[in-house]
């Protein structure tokens, strides 16, 4: 159930051609449906890692295991009012006789993506007391992070940890179709579950295919080696979404290089805050604090060829904020602290 549970709620997205993606927070979707198709065979591995990598798994065949997906945000269903820190949710039904549902309760916030809980139909919550973060953004390819996680419930508890890195950009083709300018996602985790008097240790190497604006998942592949207390051999799971290939429009779907944009002082106090690029146009210049609530937006004509502006006070607390730059060549995020 715990490896469902991960996929659940880890189905972000990416961006533009010929450049390496990037996904933020806001460009995470939370409200979608999708079908995923469960496979043991049909991939030799998860192919080669780093840029421009061109992955051909179009050939993998149909499933009758199947389940559907629902996603939203909370309050959108009961079972929200059952874990207050969660902001989004996924019903993954499984379609099959046996049948059943999981709930899995996440939170979002610009920085994070958290798992905080789950519940499967007929059985009582699980409830993280260490929350599992499954991504820090914005997320771009050479991204490493690490975190460490644990779970209770009636019927036991775990612990563990989780190594990730965004170890390959490019295309990659499914059943569904061929999807541009994806990242994919690579994480090692080792988990201590112990139910009914027993230990068990696993560890999982997962790796997931992310796409800016798809509705749901693209490619999931999961090696899964049980350690203890008896080793087993590896166990292979291939999942792929239902949604073909979605059309992605808007600005700011290019990552911009770092060092292109600065941001001057930072910290900043109460007298504002520079910002300046290179190479490019400011279009767009959004801060938001931790909660996503936007404290200052300005727009800029496309040709206006500004290059540097001060953000002016604006009323705010101390804390963290993320800046978002859009500009005509492309998107990037920094993240600012305001003092006192």
């Not at 198709?37 to 798994?57: C, E, H, I, K, R």
């Not at 604006?213 to 090696?223: I, K, M, N, S, T």
């Not at 350690?227 to 429009?249: K, R």
């Not at 936007?294 to 963290?320: D, H």
């Amino acid at each position: 159930m715990k490896k469902r549970i991960l996929l659940i709620i880890a189905l972000p997205i990416a961006f533009s051609a010929n450049a390496q993606p990037v996904i933020t927070s806001a460009q995470l979707m939370t409200t979608f449906t999708d079908t995923l198709s469960f496979l043991s065979t049909g991939m030799s591995g998860p192919g080669p890692a780093g840029p421009n990598v061109t992955w051909d798994f179009s050939g993998l065949s149909t499933s009758s295991v199947k389940s559907a997906v629902v996603a939203g945000d909370c309050p959108g269903v009961a079972v929200c009012s059952d874990f207050p820190g969660a902001n989004t949710y996924s019903k993954h039904t499984f379609l099959s006789t046996t049948g059943g549902y999981t709930y899995a309760m996440a939170k979002k916030t610009p920085l994070k993506l958290e798992t905080i809980g789950a519940q499967s139909e007929g059985q009582p919550p699980i409830t993280y007391a260490n929350p599992k973060t499954e991504y820090e953004f914005p997320l771009s390819y050479g991204q490493t992070f690490s975190d460490t996680y644990a779970w209770s419930g009636s019927g036991g508890a775990s612990s563990g940890k989780l190594d990730y890195t965004i170890d390959a950009y490019g295309t990659v083709s499914t059943p569904l179709g061929v999807f541009n300018n994806v990242l994919r996602k690579k994480m090692v985790q080792r988990d201590t579950t112990s139910s009914g008097g027993a230990t068990v240790v696993s560890e999982s190497v997962i790796y997931t295919w992310l796409r800016a604006g798809q509705p749901g998942l693209v490619l999931y592949y999961l090696e899964s080696t049980l350690l203890a207390p008896v080793p087993q051999p590896t166990q292979i799971s291939i999942v792929y979404g239902d949604n073909p290939p979605a059309t992605v429009t808007g600005i700011g779907e290019q990552l911009l290089a770092n060092e292109l944009i600065t941001t001057y002082p930072n910290p900043a106090n109460g007298a504002g805050f520079k910002v300046s690029v290179k190479k490019c146009t400011i279009t767009r210049l959004e801060l938001t604090d931790m909660t996503g609530r936007i404290v200052y937006r300005r727009l800029f004509s496309g040709n206006s060829g500004l290059q540097e502006y001060t953000i002016p006070p604006v009323a705010t607390f101390a804390g963290m904020y993320l800046l978002n730059i859009d500009t005509d060549k492309g998107h990037g995020v920094k993240k600012i602290t305001i003092v006192p």
